[in-house]
């Protein structure tokens, strides 16, 4: 199985702040990476697929790269509407998995 | 509007059984593989299977294998979780979720139904 690591576990920042989440495969998964946000209470919701691509209606300050082992997930200017918690989730190959989570929380 | 909609959650002893379902409408729904996925109370995420458009091809987590099956209606665009020998360790918020074409992250997802394994 692929083991997926992401870090911080937990980030505290501010309105207007550039965030970035690392998210680790224990092996290469190419680009077959997608990132979500969950929101308490609600269903995750997908923000990028394939490493970088945004998903339609998503706002463009959050980006995506990387490739092979090492991705981040980037919040180029933190908005209000972002403090929430971001998996990553690998699907190179079953089983699918995800990454612990990073909760982002308003400094 | 894409619409995944989960009932079937409750409160189930150990060793019980319990079926969820997940109705999905806005989409050609047998046209696209559909997954389970749980979340533990303030855990994250797990995958837990996925079944094909046609209900051909099904795959399991580990965790699950031999006590749940993934089957689907495609008559009725519904999507079932029939789970046997339910143990604490099962309680979660499960939620169903569906593929965009051919690429297994998931596109849409519904509310989430709440299993709760306890005596």
């Known amino acids: 199985d692929i083991q997926m690591t992401q870090s911080p576990s937990t980030l505290s920042a501010s309105v207007r702040d550039r965030v970035t989440i690392t998210c680790r495969a224990s092996q290469s998964i190419s680009s077959w990476l997608a990132w979500y946000q969950q929101k308490p209470g609600k269903a995750p919701k997908l923000l990028i697929y394939k490493a970088s691509s945004l998903e339609s209606g998503v706002p463009s300050r959050f980006s995506g790269s990387g490739s092979g082992t090492e991705f981040t997930l980037t919040i180029s200017s933190l908005q209000p509407d972002d403090f929430a918690t971001y998996y990553c989730q690998q699907y190179n190959s079953y089983p699918l998995t995800f990454g612990g989570g990073t909760k982002v929380e308003i400094k | 509007e894409v619409q995944l909609v989960e009932s079937g959650g409750g409160l189930v002893q150990p060793g019980g059984s319990l079926r969820l379902s997940c109705a999905a409408s806005?989409?050609?729904?047998?046209?696209?593989?559909m997954s389970w996925v749980r979340q533990a109370p303030g855990k994250g995420l797990e995958w837990v299977s996925v079944i094909s458009g046609s209900g051909g091809s099904t795959y399991y987590a580990d965790s699950v294998k031999g006590r749940f099956t993934v089957s689907r209606d495609n008559s009725k665009n519904t999507l079932y979780l029939q789970m046997h020998s339910l143990r604490a360790d099962d309680t979660a918020v499960y939620y169903c979720?569906?593929?965009?074409?051919?690429?297994?992250?998931?596109?849409?997802w519904g509310q989430g139904t709440l299993v709760t394994v306890s005596s």
């Open positions: 979720a569906n593929f965009r074409g051919s690429s297994e992250y998931f596109q849409h």
């Open positions: 806005g989409f050609t729904f047998s046209s696209y593989a």
